[in-house]
């Protein structure tokens, strides 16, 4: 799905001394490569103020618990999307309230957001998912009009730009209040381990986010808060610091292969190639086809499978459908697309390093194989 080894080799000998200023100096923790990464994801996101933190989960985790939300406050997300986001909410004791989401580009429904509000929601999080922005106009006046925070799960759509109906325009992660990001290997700005950070252009909320990321450390060995201990390690931060010269490169080399998909596969009788939101960039963390019903998924994964293309299912059940996140307060019937999007979806490999002989091959494949 990815080819994480080609695009080392392409930038390997920056990579490489990067790595190796860290282990010279003996900086593991804290330090100038981790500084100069914030700095420069700060400027290239256009944000006041970037957290890094140990992981994309941890940055919702720590998001929240900055925004001093207590037990049973509602918290409002997308019913199809990766666990972490519901998963933290519920860790922390809050409720997650999964709302339906849009037919044609996967993200939250602004208008299923609005239905699911009662006196104690206090947040919204969505997820801009496969690498386009959810839409941020509606959902930002929605929570305006409640009093209501909104994070923005960014891990899929760093590098993604939201236009406002204005013509104003803002990357992904820096419109609500608060933004998360994960560095995860495979996402599209990816360290070699783990990492993740949290945006925000609020000054008490980014002290508040660096305290609880440091144990809820206001200064050493003073203790204000309950917190946890999220770190980016120097050598993520190094590597990330590297990476993030080419994170516009990078999107364009996903969306020039994204386009090729698109006009070879647009023909398609039992599939529709992915759908482009009018008022947000797509950096294709995710390259999805929509499978007709009555398309065999199982059985084209397989074919596909059998001539040596990988291929994903993102993802196989609906959130409200696990165990860990059923509730009484919902059931199928309130989620017809999230249902059929879950049965349907079909992801094929994207990524920045695919020549157009790769492509012609899956593309041939997808002719035979789902026709
Ligand atoms: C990857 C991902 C996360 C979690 O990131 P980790 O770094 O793996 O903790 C959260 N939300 C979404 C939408 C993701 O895709």
Redesign the pocket.
């Known amino acids: 799905m990815v080819d994480l080894i080609g695009q080392y080799q392409h930038i390997k000998s920056e990579i490489d001394s990067a790595i190796h200023t860290v282990i010279d100096t003996g900086r593991f923790i804290g330090g100038p490569a981790l500084e100069s990464f914030t700095k420069n994801l700060a400027a290239y996101l256009d944000v006041k103020h970037v957290v890094p933190c140990a992981?994309?989960?941890?940055?919702?985790q720590i998001a929240m618990m900055a925004l001093n939300l207590q037990p049973g406050d509602e918290v409002i997300t997308a019913d199809f999307?990766?666990a972490?986001?519901a998963e933290v909410i519920a860790l922390l004791r809050l409720t997650p309230v999964l709302v339906e989401v849009d037919p044609l580009t996967f993200n939250i429904s602004p208008e299923a957001i609005e239905k699911a509000i009662t006196s104690a929601t206090r947040a919204i999080v969505p997820?801009h998912?496969f690498g386009q922005c959810a839409d941020m106009a509606p959902i930002m006046e929605i929570a305006q009009r409640h009093h209501l925070y909104v994070i923005e799960?960014t891990?899929?759509a760093i590098g993604a730009y939201y236009t406002f109906p204005d013509g104003k325009k803002q990357r992904a992660g820096t419109i609500g209040q608060i933004g998360?990001t994960?560095?995860?290997p495979s996402?599209n700005l990816g360290c070699y381990g783990?990492?993740?950070a949290i945006f925000t252009n609020d000054d008490a909320l980014a002290k508040r986010l660096k305290m609880i990321a440091n144990h809820g450390q206001s200064s050493q060995y003073v203790f204000d808060d309950i917190g946890c201990n999220s770190r980016l390690d120097n050598l993520q931060a190094a590597i990330l610091d590297v990476k993030l010269k080419y994170l516009d490169k990078y999107c364009t080399a996903r969306q020039s292969a994204a386009a090729y998909y698109d006009e070879q596969l647009a023909s398609l009788q039992n599939a529709t190639i992915p759908v482009r939101a009018a008022n947000s960039t797509h950096v294709f963390h995710q390259y999805t086809l929509t499978l007709k019903p009555g398309t065999d998924r199982v059985a084209a994964r397989k074919a596909f499978e059998q001539r040596g293309i990988p291929t994903m299912v993102y993802y196989p059940s609906p959130m409200h459908r696990q165990n860990a996140y059923k509730s009484p307060r919902y059931s199928d019937a309130d989620f017809p697309i999230s249902i059929r999007l879950s049965e349907c979806v079909l992801s094929l490999p994207i990524h920045t390093e695919m020549t157009r002989d790769q492509q012609d091959y899956i593309i041939s494949a997808a002719k035979d194989i789902i026709q």
Do not use: E
Not at 55 to 60: E, I
């Open positions: 992981n994309g989960t941890d940055a919702l999307t990766y972490a986001t997820v998912l799960d891990a899929q998360t994960s560095f995860f996402k783990d990492g993740g």
